[in-house]
């Protein structure tokens, strides 16, 4: 493996639970949030993990995992100084979801998405899609009754998307479902409300969805 050391911007249950998974399997973690004082006085079992600000686990990551809320997204980068972001492997795990209604809604879609607007904003990183259609427990040595999938996933780089696939094996999962372009980061990110339903129906948040041919 190339790297060892991974930044994750978010501190919300994903980035816990990302933080908590990498560091597992041997990783370097640093979470960044907007307030590291607080985060380090509650993360308990996380207490091998560094905390700092959002740019400096940014700057503490070969790969860097984007992790906060959709809404927030573009902000954090900036906030966390999209130079700190060059040349490297990023994961974007977020969705653009609005909840405000009861039900889940995308708050944008159709011909845009988070991602392609994080890659927008980060044009010298690899931007890949990854880790968005998944519950945050089944993102790090995932356990389906009926078989793990391929994760989805989906960037410009090619390189980069290699480089996912490694990092996704050492991880647990069996390899990657590879859909394209970052423009196709707008149909994964709408697959989310699809799983928040079919989660509602069946009562369970550990399901995923496969391709069968
Ligand atoms: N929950 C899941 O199982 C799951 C699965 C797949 C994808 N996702 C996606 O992963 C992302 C993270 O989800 P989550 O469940 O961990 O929690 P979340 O509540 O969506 O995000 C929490 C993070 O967002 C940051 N944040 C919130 N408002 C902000 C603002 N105004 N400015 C800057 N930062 C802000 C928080 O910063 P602080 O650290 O400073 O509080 C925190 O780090 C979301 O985009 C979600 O859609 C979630």
């Given at each position: 493996m190339e790297t060892s050391r991974v930044g994750i911007l978010g501190?919300?249950?994903?980035?816990?639970a990302l933080g908590r998974g990498f560091a597992r399997h041997g990783w370097d973690v640093m979470l960044g949030t907007r307030s590291p004082d607080e985060l380090r006085a509650s993360i308990g079992d996380l207490a091998s993990v560094a905390v700092g600000s959002f740019s400096d686990?940014?700057?503490?990551?070969?790969?860097?995992?984007?992790?906060?809320?959709g809404d927030a997204a573009e902000t954090?980068?900036?906030m966390a100084g999209p130079e700190n972001f060059a040349e490297k492997l990023v994961f974007d795990a977020t969705n653009p979801l609005d909840f405000s209604s009861g039900e889940v809604h995308l708050s944008l879609g159709g011909t845009d998405?988070?991602?392609?607007?994080?890659?927008?904003a980060l044009p010298d990183a690899s931007v890949?899609?990854?880790?968005?259609?998944v519950s945050n427990s089944q993102m790090i040595d995932p356990e389906f009754e009926e078989g793990t999938p391929p994760m989805f996933i989906c960037g410009n780089d090619e390189e980069a998307k290699a480089r996912t696939e490694?990092?996704?094996?050492?991880?647990?999962?069996?390899?990657?479902?590879?859909v394209g372009d970052i423009t196709a980061a707008r149909y994964l990110e709408a697959l989310?409300?699809?799983?928040?339903?079919?989660g509602s129906n069946l009562g369970t948040w550990k399901h995923a969805f496969k391709v069968v041919q």
């Open positions: 501190s919300g249950d994903v980035g816990q686990a940014a700057v503490h990551g070969d790969v860097v995992v984007l992790a906060v809320l954090v980068v900036e998405s988070l991602g392609e607007r994080i890659q927008n890949v899609k990854c880790f968005n259609t490694e990092i996704l094996v050492e991880l647990g999962w069996p390899g990657v479902m590879d989310v409300p699809l799983w928040v339903r079919v």
